[in-house]
């Protein structure tokens, strides 16, 4: 290690461990929010843009999130994994290690979305199928996805650099990456779906194209030698027995994200059974819901790479802090953004799509979800403090409540019951079931939680 990259790294090490919780988290939630928000817009673009060509094309863009949801499930199992292991690993001033999570993490990303391109063209229909479309919704879903799988490595890989750069603590180089990204996609689809009239092609190959943009950026600060953390060949080959552990710790992302395709599925199925204006309004409403919950997720993976380094350093006062100060503003902002979104519902359906139909279950399906906000930041904290520290039993559990163990069921009893409001209902039952359920996790692992310096009541140092 050359002497700037030490001082460097000292350096880092006391802005980490020594900097008041509250300005650091702040300081890096701003710019993972703005990430997050940049990742909503790649979608909400596509959704808006698309409106104008149906009913049937907007649903479609519904159906490939649940391929989305796949792509990013798989980056986030190595992302989150490799990450919180650096995190940990610099807080031990490791960074020989730190360096060989990174870059199996990576190696593996690009390797599994290679993967997923073959099988995805190979079975194109019967995934659009499965994904949840109905034939009039199937020609659109099929052209859009295709440029969605051709750009899957790079997807993959971007969902892994960002949360590496984050972990660091270089949240500002993920946010510049990531908004690039989502800003190129707003102008692409502007150009190609209205300007050169390509329909929804234009829509998949702007998106494909912004993130091949996006992972350059992503990647050019690992060239620079700007991290800590290296990437090489040979950090992979030695890495090789780092794999289990890094697949270990994103388990509990791969079950989030993954579970959150399944239920897309699930919910595409069950609101086709009313039409396409169901379909299409459901897709609205996840579309504006994940906008505002990504400044939750924003806040929260600003406290990650906080919780993931103090635990590696022992500092376990700075972990609490951490948490409590990262529940109550979340759910002051979330509280904030939910009661503006409840009174203008209506007009926020009406922004991607005009028909009378979708507004008027979009709107109620709206408000009824814009509820859950207010359950949703105690479950998410938990669930990201626990990945964090390595806690990946306890964090695996949570990740599968809210679009898993809790949703699926009650996705499919309660439009039985009720018809189409039990669809429109069940994602904010489901969240405060998980809320209620994440509580106890939370008391359970304070009381534990050791004085500053002791040894690690779990986890991995």
């Given amino acids: 290690?050359?002497?700037h990259t030490a001082e460097s790294s000292a350096a880092q090490y006391r802005r980490m461990t020594e900097t008041p919780v509250?300005?650091?988290?702040?300081?890096?939630?701003?710019?993972?929010?703005?990430?997050?928000?940049a990742t909503s817009i790649y979608n909400m673009a596509d959704t808006y843009f698309v409106g104008d060509l149906g009913t049937s094309a907007s649903g479609a863009v519904g159906v490939v999130f649940g391929l989305m949801a796949i792509l990013?499930?798989?980056?986030?199992?190595?992302?989150?994994?490799?990450?919180s292991i650096l995190a940990r690993r610099l807080g031990g001033r490791d960074v020989e290690s730190a360096s060989r999570a990174a870059s199996t993490g990576l190696c593996w990303s690009l390797l599994s979305g290679l993967a997923i391109t073959a099988l995805g063209l190979l079975f194109l229909t019967p995934l659009m199928r499965l994904l949840g479309s109905t034939e009039t919704i199937l020609p659109y879903a099929r052209t859009y996805s295709v440029y969605i799988l051709c750009a899957a490595p790079v997807m993959m890989g971007s969902f892994v650099l960002n949360n590496i750069l984050r972990y660091e603590g270089h949240a500002l180089f993920s946010m510049i990456g990531m908004t690039t990204g989502g800003v190129l996609n707003i102008f692409g689809d502007w150009l190609l779906v209205r300007g050169l009239h390509m329909g929804i092609a234009g829509a998949g190959l702007s998106t494909a194209v912004s993130q091949c943009i996006g992972f350059c950026i992503l990647l050019s600060p690992f060239l620079r030698g700007r991290t800590q953390s290296r990437l090489s060949l040979r950090a992979v080959r030695e890495g090789v027995r780092t794999l289990p552990e890094v697949c270990a710790t994103g388990l509990p992302s791969l079950m989030r994200q993954g579970l959150t395709s399944v239920s897309t599925m699930v919910l595409?199925?069950?609101?086709?059974?009313y039409g396409d204006a169901a379909v299409s309004a459901m897709t609205i409403v996840a579309r504006i819901c994940f906008f505002v919950f990504a400044v939750g997720i924003g806040i929260g993976q600003g406290f990650q790479p906080v919780s993931s380094f103090n635990y590696g350093a022992k500092k376990y006062s700075r972990v609490r802090r951490g948490f409590w100060f990262t529940l109550g503003v979340s759910e002051c902002l979330l509280g904030a953004l939910a009661v503006i979104g409840m009174l203008l519902s209506s007009h926020l359906i009406g922004v991607f799509r005009d028909d009378p139909a979708v507004i008027e279950i979009g709107t109620f399906a709206l408000r009824?979800?814009?509820?859950a906000l207010f359950f949703q930041p105690l479950a998410l904290c938990a669930n990201m403090m626990f990945q964090s520290i390595g806690?990946?039993?306890?964090?695996?559990?949570?990740?599968?409540?809210?679009?898993?163990?809790?949703?699926?069921?009650?996705?499919?009893?309660?439009?039985?019951?009720?018809?189409?409001?039990?669809?429109?209902?069940?994602?904010?039952?489901?969240?405060?079931?998980?809320?209620?359920?994440?509580?106890?996790?939370?008391?359970?692992?304070?009381?534990?939680?050791?004085?500053?310096?002791?040894?690690?009541?779990?986890?991995?140092?």
């Fill in 1 to 3: 290690m050359t002497q």
């Fill in 22 to 37: 509250s300005r650091l988290i702040l300081k890096l939630s701003v710019p993972t929010t703005v990430s997050m928000l």
């Fill in 72 to 83: 990013q499930a798989v980056g986030f199992l190595f992302g989150h994994g490799a990450g």
């Fill in 268 to 273: 595409n199925g069950q609101a086709g059974v």
């Fill in 368 to 371: 009824v979800q814009l509820v």
């Fill in 391 to 461: 806690a990946n039993r306890q964090a695996t559990f949570l990740s599968i409540l809210r679009s898993g163990l809790y949703f699926i069921p009650l996705i499919v009893l309660l439009p039985q019951v009720i018809g189409l409001t039990g669809v429109q209902i069940a994602q904010t039952i489901s969240d405060v079931l998980t809320c209620l359920t994440a509580a106890p996790f939370v008391i359970w692992f304070f009381r534990r939680l050791p004085a500053d310096g002791a040894a690690p009541v779990i986890g991995r140092h």
